[in-house]
């Protein structure tokens, strides 16, 4: 039986440097990669113990890095379109 802590750490050590260079050249910003990388992890030691490792838990984490980074993106955007509605009330 597998220990997923295991799995999780073998994983970090060997897929955390592609995740982040991934992140990395596809939003242009490393803070947002590592943090996005970093909350991909914590997902993993969350769901992988009840959900079972995938297949491939190198593109597990970086799918799930990238959607983390796309949220925080989304989220740090100004939204000047109800900036512009509250202003005029």
Known sequence: M???R???TRTRH???A????A??????????A???AAE???TAVERWPADGVPPSPGAWLTTTANRKA????RREKPDHGNQAATESV
Request: hydrophobic letters at 55%.
């Open 2 to 4: 597998l220990d997923v």
């Open 6 to 8: 295991e799995v999780v």
């Open 14 to 16: 060997e897929e955390w």
């Open 18 to 21: 592609r995740v982040v260079a």
């Open 23 to 32: 992140l990395t050249r596809r939003f242009g910003d490393l803070d947002i």
């Open 34 to 36: 590592e943090e996005a």
């Open 40 to 42: 991909a992890f914590a």
């Open 70 to 73: 796309i949220d925080r993106i």
